[in-house]
């Protein structure tokens, strides 16, 4: 039987977002350690009425180990992509949290 964290074969960097408010508010982000995930590929949409014009956005699913600190508007970078995160499913079995999916969209 193969492990949960086995199939997470990917390595990402999560960079939590924080907000300094001002006369403009700033925002920065701040990379933890590497962790392991599993990036699922991909689903294009056109982004048509956005504030980015003639853009494809893909959606992209991150699976990340339940311990992972992470909050929409956050950002996962993987292999020189940096994601939003957009949403968080928290996975469950019969018990408890197993694992969370980070929804993320990106533009290309």
């Known amino acids: ?10 390595s990402c ?3 939590n ?5 001002g006369k403009t508010d700033t925002e920065a982000w701040s990379a933890q350690a ?3 995930c599993r990036v699922l590929k991909r689903e294009r949409y056109s982004a048509s009425g ?9 959606r992209t699913i991150v699976v990340l180990p339940k311990s992972a600190k992470l ?3 956050d950002r996962i970078e993987h292999e020189s ?7 968080i499913a928290k996975s469950r079995d019969a018990r408890n949290v197993h694992h969370l ?3 993320c969209d990106t533009v290309v």
């Open 101 to 103: 999916n980070a929804v």
């Open 50 to 58: 956005e504030k980015v014009q003639h853009a494809t956005r893909v």
């Open 34 to 36: 590497p962790t392991k």
């Open 13 to 15: 960097v999560i960079q």
């Open 71 to 73: 909050s929409v508007r």
């Open 81 to 87: 992509r940096v994601y939003e995160v957009i949403e």
């Open 17 to 21: 977002r924080t907000v300094t408010h």
């Open 1 to 10: 039987l193969m492990s949960f964290s086995s199939l997470l074969s990917d």
